[in-house]
């Protein structure tokens, strides 16, 4: 059932078998897993079935100024139901999708060459929960072998040096529709929205949480009273409420080694260059790397560097997208006379940010001529990444939007954009801390500290370098590399992706939860969240974190049925 948090008794104590933090992605999924069951579930959410802009502001947070410009968490998801699910935007028969991969086992061992790497858990571990996760993300199951869905008409690239991976899709639609409305029907489920958890109670010397304090935006509190816990908010939210838990432990909850909020990752999202094809009127050779429709099911490719080449050069993950780019388009005009942009490390895009904090503060901007002269020559920089994001200037195909190999006049494309989802590094200094703020419930904000570093940017260079050689050598084509100096092109500094900040280790002293996601020291809280990933790969993480949520959910059931 539905009940507005505004409408429960003020300081009164809702009780219940299993507490919910978050009615995104992964708390639905682990709420799906007690359907039916004889535990009593509650979700606690912040908003409710629609975008509100109240609410919104409650995950409005400082960033400390850096180069690298990375944007507020505000804009990283959505506070309601559905939570980040309402920012996809991969289209797939005019409908929205989410593209769902699992992370490569490389991805979970420990790299000598990468501090902090390896995760507790290996890939096999995982595997059962991630079929699982397949099946209740409503995608249905899949096989993520390429040589299953290859073709006379589209295979991947073969080289001892690349790799092809395959890509999913799950549809939005049932995580904003169909999981809420099945949870909402279930009797032994409440969904309490317009409610946000501020504080995570426990007594003075006890290791087990007691309750969960509960604000609503209209003045409202109340406590929820739980035998377990689950935090399934995002990497800013979970160590953000951890961090204000401090009536007890003044350094915040799981934080007795000064982890939490530490290791922030996020993925990057870099354009290569451009790739002139060697033989330009076969475009379709790239069929195998388009969104295609196979036996009933939507399928993608990706290109990847192998795992042996990885480990040699000692270099972080990329996947590789192809989109094509057409001999005349509006995109076209509005890049050849403003150049080709970069959201990061940019004088000109920082000097505009400068400039527009100064607006709002009502006050003259420090060195005003400096900040003009930036922003005159950085005009590639202002101009065309503002143009190109507009709805008019996008290509009707880009590496999320695809369909391309299919269309029956690929004459008209002239060359492939080629673009790199990354892996970024796990870096102590990147954190997610409070700040001196506080939002409309009382609430610390969160502060964060990022930057992007050298083995990230080196890391995606070599990367590019070795395509480059690559395409020439299979004759693929002519990879056109695009630089600013010697530093990667980025289109996006975030992905949206962020991930690590209460980090999985099996020791207390490496990581905030355990191999159970459970945080060290509390024996009853529990975290489903990419805020657990050691190391993020590049695979898009919403799968690996369903299955994260569903092995959470197990965890519980048998520890509820034990006790």
């Known amino acids: 059932m539905i009940v507005d948090g505004r409408s429960v008794g003020r300081d009164s104590v809702v009780h219940c078998d299993i507490c919910i933090v978050g009615a995104g992605p992964a708390g639905l999924i682990a709420a799906n897993e007690f359907l039916g069951e004889d535990h009593r579930v509650c979700v606690v959410e912040s908003g409710g079935f629609e975008h509100d802009a109240a609410t919104q502001l409650l995950a409005r947070s400082e960033v400390e100024e850096s180069d690298d410009l990375y944007p507020d968490p505000f804009f990283a998801h959505d506070r309601r139901v559905g939570g980040t699910s309402a920012q996809w935007d991969v289209m797939v028969d005019g409908k929205v ?3 769902l991969m699992p992370l490569d086992a490389m991805d979970f061992r420990r790299r000598h060459w990468l501090p902090f790497s390896g995760w507790p858990i290996d890939d096999q571990t995982l595997a059962p929960y991630i079929a699982r996760a397949q099946l209740a993300s409503g995608a249905g199951s899949f096989d993520y072998r390429p040589e299953a869905w290859c073709d006379d008409q589209n295979k991947p690239f073969e080289s001892a040096l690349v790799d092809s991976k395959m890509v999913s899709c799950g549809a939005q639609d049932y995580f904003l529709q169909t999981l809420p409305n099945r949870l909402t ?22 290791e087990t949480v007691s309750s969960l304090q509960v604000a609503c935006l209209d003045g409202n509190r109340f406590r929820v009273k739980a035998l377990m816990v689950i935090l399934a908010q995002g990497a800013f939210d979970v160590p953000r409420l951890l961090l204000a838990s401090r009536s007890v432990r003044k350094q915040g909850l799981g934080n007795q080694h000064d982890l939490v909020g530490r290791y922030l990752m996020d993925r990057q999202i870099a354009k290569a260059g451009t790739l002139f094809p060697a033989r ?12 295609r429709e196979v036996r009933g099911r939507h399928v993608l490719g990706k290109f990847t560097l192998s795992e042996d080449l990885l480990e040699s050069e000692e270099l972080l993950g990329s996947l590789i997208s192809f989109s094509p780019r057409q001999r005349y388009s509006l995109y076209q005009l509005a890049q050849s006379p403003f150049g080709r942009g970069t959201t990061c490390r ?13 607006w709002r503060q009502r006050r003259l901007p420090s060195s005003p001529l400096r900040l003009a002269r930036n922003m005159l020559s950085g005009l590639d920089d202002l101009l065309y990444l ?9 290509p009707k195909f880009n590496f999320d939007s695809l369909g391309w190999s299919t269309a029956p006049d690929t004459d ?3 060359s492939l954009e080629v673009h790199q989802m990354c892996e970024q590094s796990p870096d102590f200094e990147n954190r997610v801390t409070l700040s001196e703020a506080r939002d409309a419930l009382g609430m610390p904000t969160a502060r964060v500290a990022f930057r992007w570093n050298a083995r990230d940017v080196h890391s995606v260079l070599r990367t590019q370098d070795i395509l480059k050689q690559e395409f020439a050598r299979l004759s693929i084509g002519d990879l056109r590399l695009e630089r600013r100096g010697n530093f990667p092109l980025l289109a996006n500094i975030s992905a949206h992706h962020p991930s690590g900040t209460t980090r999985m280790a099996s020791d207390p002293e490496l990581g905030v939860v ?7 020291g509390l024996s009853n809280l529990f975290v489903a969240s990419s ?13 690996t974190i369903l299955a994260l949520a569903i092995r959470v959910s197990d965890r519980i059931k048998c520890l509820l049925t034990k006790s």
């Not at 489920?189 to 501020?198: D, E, H, I, K, N």
């Not at 940019?346 to 100064?358: F, G, M, T």
């Not at 503002?386 to 996008?394: C, D, I, S, Y």
């Not at 805020?531 to 799968?543: E, I, K, Q, R």
Request: net charge positive.
């Open 412 to 414: 008209r494309f002239s």
């Open 531 to 543: 805020s657990v990933f050691p190391t993020s790969g590049c695979a898009p993480p919403t799968l």
């Open 386 to 394: 503002n143009l190109v994001r507009r709805l008019a200037f996008r």
């Open 280 to 291: 330009p009127a076969e475009m379709r050779r790239f069929g195998f790397y388009d969104m």
């Open 185 to 206: 029907a279930s009797s032994n489920l409440t969904l309490m929205t317009w409610s946000t958890a501020t504080e995570i109670l426990v007594p003075p010397g006890a």
């Open 97 to 99: 999708h989410v593209h």
């Open 514 to 520: 355990d191999a159970q996601c459970k945080v060290h």
């Open 346 to 358: 940019s004088p000109a895009q920082r000097s505009l940010r400068d400039l527009r904090a100064a």
